[in-house]
């Protein structure tokens, strides 16, 4: 089987569908008796015939959705461990939750059978949700634009356009994505453009529309489109106390730079510091948040310890 069955995977909607009959098959001889195990794999680092018709493009994206490929013996060995379950489906997959939890802050979809193993990508997408309900009044890049003057607005927002287009087409940096470079002409397909949607709606709070790169048919012309849905954004997070803008852009900033274990630990200890610094100023002791131990992943647990601990 495939864990495509489990997670979705774009453009593959009838492969998906075929595998699920193949679980629920497994699923309906054990519950009469039989024997029979489902065994949902992952990508394979093996060139076979289900995978050798992916691109650049295609391993990109599955390779920022966190799903890492399998070399031939660590997939025998989990052959052979799937066989000595007692459950009738199996997922024999390699996966990289960090950069899952980099993927969903940045803006990427977390197929929600992931959602528990990546407890800090779920608290940013609500927070994304919230904001994008909110038409991104006060976010983050709302604050970044305001201040600036129109043309430094378009600039910020053509970059803003360009990184996005990069990691989706699997690019290193901005310099391949030409302003007026045609998407089409880039190498966009129809789940490249939903993506490239899905991101710049998570990132900005707007409701995009999916033909989006159709009707605005190159980074310049998107990035002139999003400057002028933001702008009473902009306009609106001006008016606001220099503070909050102030902690707009650091959660922008904070949301766009994916750190390492150490980095990520001294961010914290600052950020707890500097809380414990403002509440004391104010008169109020600052509020100590409980951690769910049973819900927490790994990395929220070993961040705990370096926080309480030190390294």
């Known amino acids: 089987s495939s864990a495509a069955a489990l997670l979705g995977s774009a453009g593959q909607g009838s492969y998906a569908a075929a595998n699920s009959y193949l679980d629920a098959l497994m699923a309906h001889r054990r519950a009469a008796g039989l024997p029979g195990v489902s065994m949902a794999w992952g990508l394979w680092e093996q060139s076979t015939g289900l995978t050798a018709h992916l691109g650049e493009v295609d391993q990109a994206r599955m390779s920022r959705g966190g799903i890492l490929p399998i070399a031939a013996a660590e997939g025998m060995g989990l052959f052979d461990a799937a066989l000595r379950v007692s459950a009738a489906l199996v997922v024999p997959i390699k996966l990289d939750l960090r950069r899952l939890r980099a993927d969903a802050v940045a803006g990427g979809g977390l197929p929600g059978l992931l959602g528990g193993l990546v407890q800090g990508g779920r608290r940013r997408a609500r927070a994304g949700d919230r904001q994008a309900g909110a038409g991104d009044s006060g976010g983050g890049l709302a604050a970044r634009l305001a201040g600036l003057t129109p043309q430094e607005q378009e600039a910020l927002l053509l970059d803003f356009v360009r990184g996005h287009v990069a990691m989706v087409l699997g ?71 220099p503070l909050l803008a102030e902690l707009s852009r650091l959660d922008a900033t904070l949301a766009e730079t994916p750190a390492d274990d150490s980095v990520r630990a001294q961010v914290t200890a600052r950020l707890q510091g500097l809380l414990a610094s403002w509440s004391l100023a104010n008169g109020t002791p600052p509020a100590e948040e409980e951690l769910d131990f049973d819900a927490a992943s790994d990395d929220e647990l070993f961040d705990l310890i370096d926080t309480e601990f030190g390294n």
């Not at 940096?173 to 302003?179: D, F, R, W």
């Not at 397909?189 to 529309?209: F, H, I, M, Q, Y």
């Not at 999916?210 to 306009?235: C, S």
């Open 171 to 241: 690019h290193a940096g901005i310099a391949k994505v030409g302003a007026e470079t045609a998407f089409k002409d880039s190498g966009f397909d129809s789940l490249t453009s939903v993506e490239l949607r899905n991101r710049l709606r998570g990132a900005t709070g707007l409701k995009l529309a999916a033909t989006i790169v159709f009707d605005y048919p190159n980074p310049l012309a998107l990035a002139r489109y999003l400057h002028r849905e933001l702008g009473t954004a902009t306009q609106s997070v001006a008016g606001t106390h």
